[in-house]
């Protein structure tokens, strides 16, 4: 019976930024239990190359690409147009676009990643790519959803969506001016507890029309980063590791399925404790 409510057999989803790193793991972790996925991403190229590493693994996933600019109210109504003549209608959305700038330093120069000298025209990409989109895809797709009477969105968020950034784990040694020093910037977490409000606001409005709305807040996964910060950053989690970038994979299949039937407008933390602390 309890395996049975995680069965997706039946329904299709579709995950916006699938191409990135943990974009696939939640394109995997849905095929795992029986869904027909929706690719996207911006561009082709990055479709088609999750397409085929996904299908290298799971060789009879059933998967559809599709190239979806998160950012364009046009582009998701031509994806959802796409899919309706072909007899595709989307049961579970997972709002996974963002751009995640990497932080880095370049001595001598004021940091644009500070909040001092953030640009705006990269304040107002971010937000159109990461809050906006999500925006766009659950009024395109979660509009049909609520007519149909049943749906699932799940907004990827993070724990920089609960938590404040420790800007002390992206100082570099080599810089002597404070003005310098790289900091993770103010979009990442603005967007990330905008994610989580857009989350309680979907959840409520489309309550009595079947329609689920849940965030997930992941901790950071290990992608080969830089020893010393790896260091710094397992030191704030309770489990003393950062996450491999399969671990959430349970998580997406939870919040995707009946098995959390009962569940809407919540945060899932999942971040090895680091929030608890």
């Known amino acids: 019976m309890t395996a049975s409510r995680y069965d997706l057999s039946d329904r299709t989803a579709l995950v916006t930024g699938a191409g990135g790193l943990l974009g696939r793991q939640h394109v995997a972790a849905l095929v795992e239990i029986g869904a027909r996925v929706v690719v996207t991403d911006i561009g082709i190229a990055q479709v ?34 796409n899919l309706e003549r072909c007899g595709i209608a989307v049961d579970i959305l997972v709002n996974n676009a963002a751009i995640d700038p990497k932080v880095t330093s370049t001595p001598g120069v004021t940091h644009s990643s500070r909040f001092e000298a953030f640009p705006v025209p990269q304040w107002q990409t971010e937000i159109a790519v990461g809050l906006t989109g999500a925006m766009l895809c659950s009024q395109v797709f979660g509009v049909e959803m609520a007519r149909r009477g049943r749906g699932v969105i799940l907004n990827i968020a993070s724990d920089l969506g609960v938590i404040a950034p420790d ?21 990442y977490s603005v967007i990330k507890h905008g994610l989580i409000g857009l989350t309680k606001y979907l959840a409520t409005y489309w309550a009595d029309k079947g329609v689920r709305v849940n965030a997930i807040s992941p901790g950071g996964v290990f992608n080969s980063q830089d020893p010393a910060f790896v260091e710094r950053l397992t030191r704030l989690i309770p489990m003393g590791r950062m996450a491999h970038v399969d671990e959430y994979r349970a998580a997406i299949q939870f919040l995707c399925s009946d098995a959390s039937s009962y569940m809407t407008g919540q945060n899932m933390v999942v971040d090895g404790g680091r929030s608890v602390w």
């Open 48 to 81: 088609e190359a999750a397409v085929s590493a996904i299908r290298e693994t799971t060789p009879s996933a059933e998967l559809v690409p599709a190239a979806l600019d998160v950012t364009s109210a046009d582009s998701i109504r031509a994806v959802s147009h």
């Open 167 to 187: 800007q002390r784990l992206y100082r570099q040694p080599n810089v002597a001016r404070e003005e310098e020093q790289p900091v993770k910037p103010v979009t």
